[in-house]
């Protein structure tokens, strides 16, 4: 292999590494935005309107998540 090709191969890693630390980002976010705004006092199991308000967050988030990504996408 040609260093050419190694250096293609490694920055394709590099980016698809960056990719999914992004995602895990988003999802950690996500998690703790959600988390803090829904339950008010952790149990044994969600009740049915701390499952409503962490579905309806995380709807909300990644709708946000995708309008923006949109948005930055046609600055381009």
Do not use: V, Y
């Not at 999914?20 to 980002?25: D, M, N, Y």
């Not at 499952?51 to 709708?63: G, Q």
Request: aromatic content about 6%; overall charge negative.
């Amino acid at each position: 292999m040609s260093e050419s090709s190694n250096n293609n191969e490694f920055q394709t890693f590099i980016e698809q590494e960056n990719q999914k630390a992004a995602i895990q980002a988003a999802i950690s976010k996500l998690t703790e935005t959600c988390w803090d705004k829904c339950i008010g006092k952790p149990g044994s199991k969600l009740d049915r309107a701390e499952s409503e308000c962490i579905a309806n967050c995380a709807e909300r988030f990644l709708d946000s998540s995708s309008f923006i990504m949109q948005r930055l996408m046609k600055k381009q």
